[in-house]
C-alpha cells in the first residue's frame, strides 16, 4: 500500500453528520369523508403545497371495497370535484385485506409495480384505505418506493384508527415471524372516518378495543375508569361511545409518539408494547385466526395476572382488567396459548426469546405496578407464566361451563 495513504489512516480523524429532521403529520376524525363538499381530504394533500394539482393512486382493502360497493367511484367523483389540485392517475387498486396481505410477497410485488407504472415519484401521493394490515402492506410498499412517497392513510377498522393506522411503523410478516420486515415511516396525513367502522364485523368492532385499554392501563389512570364505566355501550358499539374511545386512544398513542422521546423506538423501552409480547406469538400460532386485538386481549389479561402472582398489582386490580376486556366482549383463552412447538416447549414462551430478538438483545418488558402506570422488568419467571396460562384456563372453563 502507498506508505502516505496508509499513514493517513493510522492519523485517527471523524466527521460528524449531526442533524434532525423536523416531522408532523395531521391525524383527522371526521366523517363522510368523501362527500364532495368535505374538504379535508383534498386539504390534507395538498396542505404543503397548496397551489400544485397532486397526482395520487388509491388502494383500498376488498373487505372495505365489499362492504361500501361504491367506494372507488367516489374516489374518483371525489378527486374530479377538486380536479384543479388533485389526479387520480389510475382507477383505485383493490387488494386482498386481512392479515394475510402481510404474508404475501408477490402482492406486495404487485402493488410496487402498480406505483412504478403510475409513475409515483415523491411528490405524489399513495392514499389508502383499509385495516391495519393492508396499512401495513401499503405502508411498506409506499416507504421502500423511491426510498419512501407520500402516504394518506384512511384506516377503516377501530384498530386501525386508535393505534395501527395513526403511528409510524409499517411492516410485512416474513420468515414465519410477525412484522419481520418494515420500516419506519411518518405518513403525510391520516383520516379517520367514522363511518367506516359501521361494516366491520362484530368481532373486529371488538378487537380494536383492546388497545385502548391497553394504552388507558400504561398510561391513563382515568380513561381506565371512563372505559370501564361505558364498558356496557362499547359493548353495544353506541357510535358516540366508540368514537370517544378511538379518540382518545389515538390521542395517547400520539402523544407517546411525538414526545416520548423514541419515535422509531432506537431503546429497550417500549411502553406501547404492553400486552404484545405473547400476543405477536399467539397470533402466528393461531395461524392468523387470532386477530391483533384479539390476540393483545389475552396478553393483556396474562400480564395482569403475572403482575399479581408477582405482587407487582393488587389481586383486584387484576381481576377488574379481566372483568373490563371480558365485558366488552373479549374471550381470555385460546388453545394456542398452550400450544407446543417442536423444541416440546410452549410456543408462546418462544415468543419471549423473539421479542427480545425484535428488541436488540435484552429484554425489557412492560408490567403494570398500578393501573395507569408501567414499570419495565427485564427478565420473566416463565413458570409464573405456565401457572397464568393456566389460571386463564380455568377461568374460561369456568365462564363457558
Ligand atoms: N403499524 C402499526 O403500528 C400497527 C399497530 C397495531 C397493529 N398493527 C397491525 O394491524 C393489523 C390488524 O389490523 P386490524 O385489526 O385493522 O385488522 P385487519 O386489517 O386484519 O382487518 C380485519 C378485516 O376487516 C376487513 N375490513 C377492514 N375495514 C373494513 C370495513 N370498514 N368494513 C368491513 N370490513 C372491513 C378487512 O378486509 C379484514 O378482513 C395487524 O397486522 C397488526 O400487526 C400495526
Ligand atoms: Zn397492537
Known sequence: MDQNIH??????????????????????????????????LCDAI???????????????????ASAWPSL?????????????????????????????????????????GTLQRCRIDR???VLAFGGGA???????????THRGVRLVRMPTTVLGQN???????????????????GTFAPPWAVINDLDFIE?????????????????????????????ESNASALARFNRPTMAEMI??????????????????????????????????????????TLRHGEAVAINLALDTRYAAMKGLIAEGDAERICALLEAVGFRLWHPSLVGRENDGGLGVLNGLREFREHLGGELSIPMLSAIGTAIDVDEIDTATVADGIAWLQQRDAGRCG
Open 199 to 227: 361494516t366491520l364485523e362484530a368481532r373486529d368492532k371488538i378487537a380494536g378495543i383492546a388497545e385502548a385499554v391497553k394504552v388507558a392501563l400504561i398510561r391513563d389512570r382515568l380513561f381506565f375508569l371512563w372505559l
Open 46 to 64: 395538498a396542505r404543503r403545497e397548496p397551489g400544485r394539482r397532486h397526482r395520487l393512486c388509491c388502494i383500498i382493502d376488498a373487505g372495505v
Open 247 to 288: 379518540r382518545r386512544c389515538a390521542e395517547l398513542h400520539l402523544q407517546h409518539i411525538a414526545g416520548g422521546g423514541d419515535p422509531f423506538e432506537t431503546g429497550n423501552a417500549r411502553p406501547l408494547d404492553y400486552g404484545h409480547w405473547a400476543a405477536h406469538k399467539l397470533e402466528t400460532l393461531s395461524d392468523h
Open 134 to 144: 393492508v396499512l401495513d402492506l401499503v405502508g411498506f410498499a409506499a416507504a421502500i
Open 7 to 40: 499513514n493517513l489512516y493510522l492519523d485517527p480523524f471523524v466527521c460528524n453528520a449531526r442533524f434532525a429532521v423536523p416531522l408532523d403529520f395531521p391525524v383527522h376524525f371526521t366523517n363522510d369523508a368523501l362527500h364532495l363538499t368535505n374538504r379535508l
Open 72 to 112: 372507488p367511484a367516489r374516489v374518483a367523483a371525489y378527486v374530479d370535484a377538486h380536479h384543479t389540485r388533485l389526479q387520480l392517475v389510475a382507477p383505485p387498486m383493490v387488494i386482498p385485506g386481512g392479515e394475510a396481505c402481510k404474508n404475501d410477497p408477490p402482492l406486495l410485488q404487485e402493488i410496487l
Open 163 to 181: 393505534d395501527a393506522g395513526i403511528g409510524v411503523k409499517n411492516a410485512v410478516n416474513a420468515f414465519g415471524c410477525k412484522n419481520y420486515l
Open 123 to 125: 411528490h405524489a401521493f
